[in-house]
């Protein structure tokens, strides 16, 4: 572990009412004061008390960088477990710069992306599990994302994989004991009673296996994709759900020939919307890679929005769509209904078994049951996860599961009679994996790849 001074800005770079600049290290109150000056001139920070701000001026020298306020707060209640020092100044480019340019002057090393969050970890005041959160909660897309993020940065994840860790640990001493002690500790029977234990150990991360589905659309968004023939209003559909003209749209069938993603929450559910190009058979080389680019956009997406022109006949085109789309999570979309219809639902109904809504992009009618229908589907209509553990992030994932496959090698050693030292062998892999997630015994290399992907200040 460094002792070293970090500094860095921890406001983004770009104009603004304030900016903030952060310090942190044995020495971070003593290199602010040497640049510190307050208005009477008599204030010393290493003086004062912890968890104070002060009013005053940045000095270099004898030439003014700043008007500050700063506020002081001393190891081990900081958020690095460090002397943390903070500078609000104005939120100036410049003048930002000028002011970590001092600081560093001044004795300060500039801080690695992450670095403030990577102490905190090493320090022990957050686990490895929270510091990923940190970062969730700054790149949270939609309001479910944050609160995912939030309830793990509390410490779900961190008391859940604690508590099977405890129980984990406890049977693997046990077995140790009996088998340097056979005389006073009988493991007679044991079997039976840690087969028990195993299987809720099992379910207990089933479960959590079972939310990383939804959890990796909870952090990253639905991955949404729009079908349909050309001119069947998906470009209408997806300017709507924006809420501003993002995509051409025009009378000209075969307008759009590029695929345009997008980010939309909607009632707090994040979609990662894919607009298409128009899918028909066309001899146009231009229009047949956008095609195919839809094609391959819709074998690896989370939902299909099939939108059908209600007012004009179905042709092969629909069906080669339906063909394609029948193994998928599906809203279909019956749009222009502010014109005379032409197809009715269960003429979609006879091919293609998912939610059918009326709508009309133009008229911005029947939208909300579509969003109603999308809770439904993914959320059975409830999505806040404030008291649900959900996994997030594909370490975990991939960690939990390795744990897993321990512990079904438990079982099956159990199942086939055999010594108990073998229990022991898988219980700890299953141990060792459950503390890869929450930073024991995980490498150096791993750490640092982890906090590499946060930004500066942080």
Not at 28 to 50: C, F, Q
Not at 244 to 258: C, F, K, L, P, S
């Amino acid at each position: 572990m460094q002792s070293d001074t970090i500094a860095a800005i921890s406001t983004g770079m770009t104009n603004a009412g304030i900016g903030k600049v952060r310090l942190s290290g044995d020495d971070a109150v003593t290199i602010v004061d040497r640049i510190y000056r307050s208005p009477g001139g008599r204030k010393r920070l290493s003086d004062v008390s912890t968890h104070t701000i002060h009013y005053g001026y940045i000095y270099d020298g004898d030439c003014l960088i700043d008007e500050v306020m700063i506020l002081i707060m001393r190891g081990p209640n900081s958020y690095t477990r460090e002397d943390v020092v903070e500078i609000d100044c104005h939120g100036g480019v410049v003048v930002m710069k000028k002011l970590l340019e001092t600081v560093l002057k001044y004795g300060a090393r500039l801080a690695e992306p992450g670095e403030f969050t990577k102490r905190a970890f090493l320090n022990g005041r957050i686990d490895l599990s929270q510091a990923e959160a940190v970062i969730d909660v700054i790149n949270a897309k939609s309001d479910m994302a944050l609160e995912s993020s939030l309830n793990q940065l509390r410490g779900s994840v961190k008391k859940r994989i604690e508590k099977l860790r405890k129980g984990i640990i406890g049977n693997i001493a046990f077995i140790e004991a009996a088998l340097d002690d056979p005389e006073h500790i009988q493991a007679e029977g044991f079997g039976d009673e840690l087969a028990v234990q195993v299987r809720g150990y099992m379910a207990e991360l089933q479960k959590m296996l079972d939310s990383a589905d939804n959890g990796r659309l909870v952090k990253e968004g639905i991955k949404t994709v729009i079908l349909g023939k050309p001119n069947a209003g998906k470009s209408s559909l997806m300017n709507v759900l924006l809420g501003e003209n993002r995509a051409i749209v025009t009378e000209i069938a075969g307008t759009t020939r590029d695929t345009l993603e997008e980010h939309v929450s909607i009632h707090g559910i994040p979609l990662n919307i894919i607009d298409t190009a128009g899918i028909r058979q066309t001899e146009d080389v231009v229009e047949k890679i956008g095609v195919r680019k839809a094609i391959d956009f819709a074998e690896e997406a989370d939902l299909i929005i099939y939108v059908v022109d209600s007012s004009t006949e179905m042709d092969q085109n629909d069906d080669d769509i339906i063909r394609m789309i029948q193994s998928k999570k599906v809203i279909v979309l019956m749009n222009k209904s502010d014109l005379r219809p032409v197809v009715s639902r269960s003429d979609i109904e006879k091919q293609l078994q998912a939610p059918i809504i009326e709508i009309s992009a133009r008229e911005e009618t029947g939208l909300d049951i579509f969003e109603d229908t999308l809770k439904e589907m993914f959320f059975a209509g409830d999505i806040h996860y404030n008291d649900e553990l959900c996994i997030t992030n594909v370490r975990h994932k991939a960690a939990i599961a390795a744990a897993l496959e321990s512990l079904k090698m438990v079982m099956h050693s159990i199942e086939d009679g055999m010594p108990e030292d073998f229990f022991s062998i898988d219980l700890m892999d299953a141990y060792e994996q459950l503390g890869h997630i929450i930073g024991e015994a995980v490498e150096d290399d791993l750490v640092d790849t982890i906090f590499s992907d946060f930004c500066m200040g942080k």
